[in-house]
Nanobody, 128 residues
Framework: VQLVESGGGLVQAGGSLRLSCAAS????????IGWFRQAPGKEREGISS??????????YYRDSVQGRFTISRDSAKNTVYLQMNNLKPEDTAVYYC????????????????????WGQGTQVTVSS
């Protein structure tokens, strides 16, 4: 399993960024994919996830990003995106793309505090 994030950077408050997660080494459509973040001095937190590509698509958002972030996936490119709008200084963190063993039910994955596989992370910095 390999997850490679890109798209991080420095942006002013109110701005937007789109993170990408390129996946390889597994059957992409069978796996839920998510995003975690960790700010300096804080615990990591799961902020969004999207169900496998089969059937009805389900998404999860942490309350703090609901309405501002949108997760999506492109099966043709084996890529998951996190569109982040109206960014705030408190969104500053390292953002990680993650996935879970496909045997896990969505009820376990949505809002999970941990994941089975992690990317290397990409830094997002929001200036005030």
């Amino acid at each position: 399993v390999q997850l490679v994030e890109s798209g991080g950077g420095l942006v002013q408050a109110g701005g937007s960024l789109r993170l990408s997660c390129a996946a390889s080494g597994f059957t992409f459509d069978d796996y839920a994919i998510g995003w975690f973040r960790q700010a300096p001095g804080k615990e990591r937190e799961g902020i969004s996830s999207i169900s496998p590509s089969h059937g009805y698509t389900r998404t999860y958002y942490r309350d703090s990003v609901q309405g501002r972030f949108t997760i999506s996936r492109d099966s043709a490119k084996n890529t998951v995106y996190l569109q982040m709008n109206n960014l705030k200084p408190e969104d500053t963190a390292v953002y990680y793309c993650v996935t879970w063993d496909p045997l896990n039910e969505w009820s376990v994955i949505a809002g999970a505090n941990d994941a089975d596989f992690w990317g290397q992370g990409t830094q997002v910095t929001v200036s005030s």
